[in-house]
């Protein structure tokens, strides 16, 4: 589940009703894997029941780079990861959010709290190399009946 598809109804308007409810049954399923780190959808119920804890710890500039490159890709369409009817966007809002509000002294120690609460379970990821060196590892374990 995308944390962005219950956060947003049709053309970037914020979900008012049901969200929670759409979490919530979500969880329900023997297994799952949810996408976005919403404080506002039971983020403490998650994370105590989450087998694995993936923070994807990349620079600000990288994630500023990652974001427009999605856009480039993207633009006028709307990704299977976001909302029906939000159309891929790239505008101040969105920069000032990558580049100041969530990267706040207080976000990153909220942040490093949670990985260090749930150390035996978290796999904090830096960069692309730790990405595709977690990807191959995880697909191996996979074919191997590992996980």
Known sequence: MYLDTVHFEENWKERK????????????KDSWVMDGNYSNFLRKERLKQAD????????RVNCLFRAFKRYFNNRNTVRESMAKGCIEKFDKEFILRFLRD???KERKQHFESIVKQYKTKTVVIENQREMDKFKSNLFNNINQGVV
């Open 17 to 28: 009703k049901d969200a929670l409810n759409m979490v919530l049954e979500f969880m329900k």
């Open 52 to 59: 694995y804890i993936i923070f994807l710890n990349f620079s």
């Open 102 to 104: 969530e990267r706040t």
